[in-house]
């Protein structure tokens, strides 16, 4: 449909491409400027300042560029300091963003408030007397920098996903995948835009529902669904179903579906729904133990995107409460 | 071949059809597409686009210069859809929805429901409840609908066309979104441009809801209720949600109350103001939502479908 050629969907969506979330990540990425912009007004951001920002952003780095070539590393009292010293300095504070940046990530994903803590907090005082070298070493490099700041956007990004403000919060991520594509790989970062793209483009949907009926797996969505998730064959997974008439039948499906594309499923009898947080789960969610390995984590990923895809009403993979005991569970709740 | 010159930009012009059988690459007309800056892509884009998807021949038609028709897969009532598309276009630009300039819109007809829930599966257009008849998305700017049910459904596409019109006019809540666009997903038209919603199946569940007075059924719950809330976490929620809003338009409506409700609300809107509508209603009705609400459970009551 749009074919804007300022939008870059390879570089801004690198992480998107990758397996399950491809689709999802082609599609949100065909959004032209002009879609996103008329999402971000409607919810009070101004788009032009948006962009503003990401000019003067880009001018800065530019110009940090052009000088690091020219200025050596000083302290504030004039002091030159080693260049070894002076990059290790330097990256302390953007290892540490991007742990903050990580953890207000997580928390929005486990469903709590986004605790976005200030990432502007103040380097640490070096301990050691710094011996001085007579060299002019180079400012700093403009990755380093593109990353600080690819970690500030995302930080802002978890604030406003947190807020379910989700143009912005793709629009934060954008631009921060653009300054630090291999940043936006990494699963929070990957896991916080599908989740933005899928609930801005829910949100933004008007559809005509039916009645209440109950829910089916029809056999085209199902070997769809059996496809998407072959790739993470021998996944061991709990299906937590509620009792009752109507989502039993759904949950033999999803098992069966589920068991042919190779996923190891056990399903205990519940006696009552699933509530996470004292709150009933409906619809369908995905659990992940936080401390599950990268395949299972990779397979949440997908199974919440294969539900999608099957047309059923999903939310997470968030985190699993604490001693939930498996390290993947699909809840099946009541409608 | 789409005869309609691809204009970009389609103002509230008498509306009109032109239809095609255009293969891919046939084109979307002689004319060139006029580049605006306002829209992203014209109707030449979207037959490319709609080709596609859809490789092979396929039949299309344009409606009003901005609606591009596609008949997926052989539907028997695509040309009743288009058919219908221009009486509800008239009809809701008449002393209504106020008429604006609109970029173009692809509306995909579905005779199939597999073919249906295909292309709702790719976009990702899950449903809040069990299933869709219909599809806004209007961040593609394309409108889905299947048919697969027969006739009966083919007013959905007037309940997508008013989503449409209406947010070119009035940015308002979902449950005034879904207010305005059900109530035409079962219209009736007394004359030339005029159209006004009958009663429907929605009504079978609000009046069990309104008879056991359940607490969330009641004509003062949707105003201020957040998008969010108005979906719900449950099916029967949402189908509660949808019910109370129908109910609310057709109510309104019924007593000429509508249309100026909508009016007086919009202008409050744009100016930052009324946030959940209650003044303009208290302004149209000379009561609050919660003081009319007898007389809407009431009359809710009395519905047939």
Redesign the interface.
């Not at chain 1, 999608?308 to 999903?314: C, S, V």
């Not at chain 2, 790719?122 to 809040?128: L, S």
């Given at each position: 449909?749009?074919?804007?050629p300022k939008r870059s969907p390879s570089e801004a969506w690198q992480a998107l491409e990758k397996g399950a979330l491809r689709?999802?990540g082609e599609?949100v990425a065909?959004?032209?400027n002009?879609?996103l912009d008329?999402?971000l007004a409607?919810r009070g951001v101004d788009p032009e300042a948006a962009r503003r920002r990401g000019a003067e952003l880009a001018a800065k780095l530019l110009a940090q560029r052009a000088a690091g070539a020219a200025q050596p590393a000083t302290q504030p009292d004039g002091k030159v300091v080693p260049i070894a010293a002076a990059r290790a300095r330097r990256a302390r504070p953007a290892a540490l963003t991007w742990l903050v940046a990580a953890a207000a990530a997580a928390a929005v994903l486990g469903g709590g408030g986004a605790a976005y803590v200030a990432l502007n907090t103040p380097e640490p005082a070096p301990t050691t007397p710094v011996p001085t070298v007579p060299s002019a070493p180079p400012g700093p490099p403009p990755e380093v920098l593109a990353k600080q700041e690819a970690d500030t956007l995302r930080g802002r990004a978890a604030t406003e996903c947190g807020a379910?403000h989700w143009a912005a919060c793709l629009s934060s991520l954008r631009q921060a995948g653009k300054l630090d594509p291999q940043g936006a790989a990494a699963r929070p970062v990957a896991r916080m835009q599908a989740k933005a793209a899928?609930a801005?483009?829910?949100?933004?949907?008007?559809?005509?529902?039916?009645?209440?009926?109950?829910?089916t797996l029809?056999a085209?969505?199902a070997a769809?669904f059996t496809t998407a998730l072959a790739e993470h064959r021998g996944q061991a997974v709990t299906l937590a179903c509620a009792p009752g008439a109507e989502p039993q039948p759904l949950c033999g499906w999803l098992a069966a579906a589920l068991t042919r594309a190779g996923w190891v499923v056990t399903r205990p009898r519940l006696k009552a729904p699933v509530t996470v947080d004292g709150q009933v789960v409906?619809?369908t969610r995905v659990l992940v133990a936080p401390d599950a390995d990268d395949a299972t984590q990779s397979a949440a990923d997908a199974l919440a995107d294969a539900l999608?895809?099957?047309?059923?009403?999903?939310s997470g993979p968030d985190e699993a409460p604490a001693g939930s005991g498996s390290p993947l569970t699909l809840v099946v709740g009541?409608? | 071949m789409v005869g309609a010159a691809a204009a970009a930009l389609a103002c509230h012009a008498p509306a009109s059809i032109s239809t095609g059988d255009a293969g891919a690459g046939a084109g979307a007309g002689a004319e060139e597409a006029t580049p605006t800056p306002?829209c992203?892509?014209t109707l030449d884009?979207?037959l490319a686009?709609a080709h596609t998807l859809y490789p092979g021949p396929l039949r299309t038609a344009v409606v009003d210069a901005t609606f591009l028709y596609v008949d997926v897969d052989r539907s028997p009532f695509f040309d009743d859809a288009v058919a219908l598309a221009p009486r509800v276009l008239a009809a809701l630009r008449n002393g209504r929805i106020a008429p604006h300039p609109l970029c173009p819109v692809t509306v995909y007809v579905f005779g199939s429901r597999?073919r249906f829930?295909?292309h709702?599966?790719?976009?990702?257009?899950?449903?809040?409840?069990?299933?869709?008849?219909?599809?806004?998305?209007?961040?593609?700017?394309d409108v889905v609908v299947d048919l697969s049910g027969g006739r009966a459904h083919v007013p959905?596409t007037a309940?997508?066309l008013t989503?449409v019109v209406m947010l070119a006019d009035f940015?308002a809540p979902?449950w005034f979104?879904?207010c305005v666009?059900?109530l035409y997903?079962a219209p009736v038209f007394p004359r030339d441009g005029d159209i006004a919603g009958e009663d429907n199946?929605?009504y079978?569940?609000l009046r069990t809801a309104v008879a056991a007075h359940d607490p969330r059924a009641h004509l003062g719950a949707l105003f201020g209720m957040s998008?969010?809330a108005f979906?719900g976490?449950?099916?029967?929620t949402?189908?509660l949600n949808?019910a109370m809003a129908r109910a609310t338009c057709q109510w309104l409506d019924e007593r000429g109350a509508l249309w100026p409700f909508y009016r007086a609300w919009r202008d409050a809107r744009a100016d930052a103001g009324d946030l959940d509508g209650v003044a303009a209603f208290r302004r149209i009705r000379g009561q609050t939502p919660a003081e009319a609400d007898p007389d809407w459970r009431a009359w809710v009551l009395r519905r047939g479908g």
């Open positions: 449909m749009s074919d804007d689709d999802e599609r065909k959004l032209g002009e879609e008329a999402s409607a379910t899928r801005l483009l829910h949100e933004e949907l008007d559809a005509k529902g039916g009645s209440v009926e109950a829910r029809p085209k969505l769809g409906h619809a999608e895809g099957a047309l059923l009403r999903t009541p409608q | 306002t992203v892509d884009a979207r686009e597999a829930e295909q709702c599966s790719d976009h990702r257009y899950v449903p809040d409840g069990t299933r869709n008849w219909g599809v806004w998305d209007p961040l593609r700017r959905t309940h997508e989503h940015e979902r979104r879904e666009g059900t997903e199946w929605r079978g569940a998008d969010l979906r976490d449950s099916a029967s949402s189908a949808e």
